[in-house]
Structures are given as C-alpha cells and as structure tokens.
C-alpha cells in the first residue's frame, strides 16, 4: 500500500544529543514537509522540499536540518540546539502541480522526548 | 502572514446529533484553499474536506459539509449524524494558491485545533 512511513515512533534523547527521524514515502511525491506539534499550538512547519536536493525553511526551522538526497526520503535531524525538542514531529508528502490539487497525506508521526 | 484560529479548544456532541466546528482566517489574498483535517487518537492526520476559494458552492462529503463565507473569512465545519468515531482534534487549515516555483504553494498554516467529544 502506498503511504508515508516515519520511524522510530518513539525516541528518547538525552540532552545535548543530535537525533534523525526517518521519513519514508512511495507515492511517488514531489514534495516532502515536517510539521511539528505541541498540544495547544497546532501544527508548525519546521521545513519543506518540493524537489529533490532542495529545501527550504519552514516558519521553526532553528535547530532543525534536513536532507533530501532521495525523492522517496526527508530524514530531520534535531540537534542539540533547538531549546526545546519534546515534541511530535509529523512528516507528509504531496504532489506539486499548477492545479492546486496538492493535498498533503501525513505519515503516523514520531514522538520525541528529551531527558 | 496568513493566520488560521479556532476558538472552540473542545466541543461535545451527542451521537446522532449535528455539530459545527469554527474557523476563521486572515488574508489578503484572493486565491487560496482551506481544509479540515482529522487527528484521531492514533494521531494520523486525515483530510476531511477541502474548499476552493474560487468556488462559492460549499463542499460536501458524505456527512461532512462546510460553511465558506469568503468576505467573512469564515470556513466552519458541520458534522451531522455524529459517530463515536467521529471524535478527534479537528484542525483547519489553509494554504495559498501561488505557484509552486515561488516556495510556498504547498505549505499548510493549521489553527490550534478543536477537540471534539461524543457521547452516548
């Protein structure tokens, strides 16, 4: 079944450590994004692709970093730097067409807890 | 900066009822989409409707129905014929209509979201 696959779905991390959450999507997508969420705040963009080997920052991208080596993955590296990290972190995917028809299908998501 | 809010943190409804979330948004653009979307307590988001601005018929799916008042900046969500599996947080969201090559075509802005109950 086509779909977005974020692994691990729960992290734990010590502080001052870098962690990567993997996102995986075979519905043949030109356009990858992360979200953040934390309860009361909706969801945040933290950084966005809509093409392999480019990337852009999102409206929370300090202390984040992505890569897009690979149309299929959006691997999101938080490192030590983002001051607060405790969050769940949601990937998605869409197409990237003049239409508009560009509705974002999310991954199950990774909750991340900082020690 | 666009700006999506929903006033309503939680709402309750019974089985079989009609319920309405609310949202309103911000823009001065002419051309935009807005969704809902369904968080259920697996926490996958899940598209429920979405609306073009250009369109002045309000989109349908199913139980699901919007209430799109552009001059009012006003997209309110009605769920009839409420289910348990209905309950969730329900974000609306909205995204504008530019070009995908200027970096922003896809982008998501999300309000803070709507709980809603159901009850027996």
């Known amino acids: 079944d086509g779909g977005i696959t974020q692994s691990p779905k729960y992290l734990f991390r010590k502080e001052g450590q870098n962690v990567t959450l993997s996102c995986e999507q075979n519905?043949?997508?030109?356009?990858m994004y992360w979200y953040r969420q934390d309860p009361g705040q909706g969801l945040r963009l933290i950084y966005y692709s809509q093409i392999v080997n480019d990337f852009q920052k999102g409206d929370i991208a300090e202390g984040y970093s992505v890569s897009r080596e690979k149309k299929e993955s959006f691997p999101l590296t938080v490192t030590s730097a983002q001051k607060n990290p405790t969050a769940f972190y949601l990937c998605?995917?869409?197409?990237?067409?003049?239409?508009?028809?560009?509705?974002?299908?999310f991954g199950a998501g990774s909750r991340l807890t900082v020690l | 900066a666009q700006t999506v809010t929903q006033s309503q943190p939680e709402m309750s409804v019974q089985e079989a009822e009609t319920v309405t979330l609310s949202c309103t948004y911000d823009?001065?653009?002419?051309?935009?989409?807005l969704f809902w979307y369904k968080q259920p307590p697996s926490r996958q988001m899940i598209l429920v409707i979405r609306q073009e601005a250009y369109k002045q018929q309000n989109a349908t799916e199913n139980r699901f129905s919007v209430n799109f008042q552009k001059a009012a900046k006003s997209f309110s969500l009605k769920i009839s014929d409420s289910q348990l599996g209905d309950a969730a947080m329900y974000f609306c969201?909205?995204?504008?209509?530019?070009?995908?090559?200027?970096?922003?075509?896809?982008?998501?802005?999300f309000g803070t979201g709507t709980r809603l109950q159901v009850t027996l």
């Open positions: 823009t001065s653009e002419s051309d935009y989409y």
């Open positions: 969201a909205y995204r504008s209509a530019t070009r995908p090559n200027t970096g922003t075509a896809s982008k998501l802005t």
């Open positions: 519905l043949n997508h030109d356009a």
């Open positions: 998605a995917s869409s197409t990237v067409s003049w239409s508009g028809a560009n509705v974002l299908t």
